[in-house]
């Protein structure tokens, strides 16, 4: 039996996360068991524990890492000391739409899994307001576009709509092949 190589604290959450996105992305979250996601990382049952007590935790863990990774995306594609305007915020929520990474592939399977899971119903709730709330954090102008809490409540249902169709679908080239149709659809749902 090889040893696990010891790793900081952050690197063996990240490890352990790596490998729970491929065992969800393959069961899907319902049909994951803690033993599933033991043995893929390769863990005792004990070290495993040490970061994580239920799947539900881990994957909480990967949609915060989804939301911050959004963010920087977002923080990167924006020009310094340039505030954000309804096309950037457009454009930036497109792209966010067609994404292909594992961690998209992870919040299909969440999407997916909550209609059944009254703890990851509760759950979206906190990870949709702190996505929300991380818009305001990044300083592009998402506070100053004034965006009424039921226009935010159909952006994220249109968003999830679209991330389900390109990935349920397999929607991916047809959401590409409108991608200026889409940025337009969203810029009407930010600004009626």
Do not use: C
Request: glycine share 6%; aromatic share 10%; charged share 30%.
């Amino acid at each position: 039996m090889v040893r696990n190589k010891r790793l900081s604290s952050e690197e063996r959450k990240k490890s352990i996360k790596e490998a729970a996105a491929r065992v969800f992305v393959a069961k899907g979250f319902a049909h994951t068991t803690m033993e599933d996601l033991i043995r893929e990382s390769g863990l005792s049952k004990g070290g495993f524990y040490h970061y994580y007590k239920s799947t539900t935790d881990v994957i909480y863990d990967m949609m915060l890492d989804g939301i911050a990774y959004r963010k920087t995306v977002i923080k990167n594609s924006l020009p310094p000391g340039k505030a954000a305007e309804t096309d950037f915020f457009a454009e930036e929520i497109t792209k966010k739409v067609s994404d292909t990474t594992i961690l998209s592939s992870v919040y299909v399977e969440f999407l997916l899994a909550k209609k059944r899971n009254v703890k990851l119903e509760e759950i979206y709730g906190q990870l949709e307001r702190i996505a929300i709330d991380s818009f305001a954090t990044i300083g592009a102008g998402w506070l100053e576009l004034k965006i009424t809490a039921e226009r935010e409540k159909f952006l994220s249902f249109f968003i999830n709509s679209m991330i389900l169709g390109v990935n349920i679908l397999n929607g991916a080239k047809t959401v590409n092949e409108n991608h200026d149709l889409i940025r337009t659809m969203i810029r009407m749902i930010l600004f009626p």
